[in-house]
């Protein structure tokens, strides 16, 4: 069974960072392309950051770009961001999800995560 | 950026209702379109991709048609474990997901 589990978040003030981390299961973690989505508290999904089984394609949308970095450690069959110079709109459920191919292009997210909130505030 | 638009935002059914749902790009995404359920207090859940084929697992009263910038979402019969949001998701350039519709009870 697919397991995709987020831990990290937490409250941190506007401007310091945090790290999340997706620990993965049940399937061949290195075989798979991985992404961060984000859901605001009672708003809708917002794809954040992908990256592909070699970390050899990574994307991230324009509202985190330059702040946040994906990585991924094959051997520990897990997912990471880093969120650097987080702001108070990045205040959001961050999710884990896993596409169903090797490559991050052309593939939509087959198993998700439950979710590590994040909340930005002074 | 493509953009997503999903209609209606919130819609009233009872249970055997046929309901539709429509999803409509910025620009022509072909068929890389996905549909996602998504219940509260629990991660989307992929029902649909490419348009129009069925997640494994998936109950075929969920069925999804179109290509281009026109896309529907169709439950056949409304069963009470589908009251629900529902996204369509773009994935022909990066990731985009339209605003979500709300499937309530009538």
């Known amino acids: 069974e697919v397991q995709l589990v987020e831990s990290g978040g937490g409250l941190v003030q506007p401007g310091r960072s945090l790290r999340l981390s997706c620990a993965a299961s049940?399937?061949?973690?290195?075989?798979?392309?991985m992404h961060w989505v984000r859901q605001a508290p009672g708003k809708g999904l917002e794809w954040v950051s992908g990256i592909s089984w070699n970390s050899g394609s990574i994307g991230y949308a324009d509202s985190v770009k330059g702040r946040f970095t994906i990585s991924r450690d094959n051997a520990k069959n897990s997912l990471y961001l880093q969120m650097n110079s987080l702001r108070a709109e990045d205040t959001a459920l961050y999710y884990c999800?896993?596409?169903?191919?090797?490559?991050?292009?052309?593939?939509?997210?087959?198993?998700w995560g439950q979710g590590t909130l994040v909340t930005v505030s002074s | 950026d493509i953009q997503m638009t999903q209609s209606p935002s919130t819609l009233s059914a009872s249970v055997g209702d046929r309901v539709t749902i429509t999803c409509r790009a910025s620009q022509s995404i072909s068929s890389w379109l996905a549909w996602y359920q998504q219940k509260p207090g629990k991660a989307p859940k992929l029902l649909i991709y490419?348009?129009?084929s069925l997640e494994s697992g998936v109950p075929s009263r969920f069925s999804g048609s179109g290509s281009g910038t026109e896309f529907t979402l169709t439950i056949s019969s409304l069963q009470p474990d589908d009251f629900a949001t529902y996204y369509c998701q773009q994935y022909n350039s990066l990731w985009t997901f339209g605003q979500g519709t709300k499937v309530e009870i009538k």
């Open positions: 049940g399937f061949t973690f290195d075989d798979y392309a």
């Open positions: 490419k348009a129009s």
């Open positions: 999800a896993k596409a169903p191919s090797i490559t991050i292009f052309s593939q939509p997210f087959d198993y």
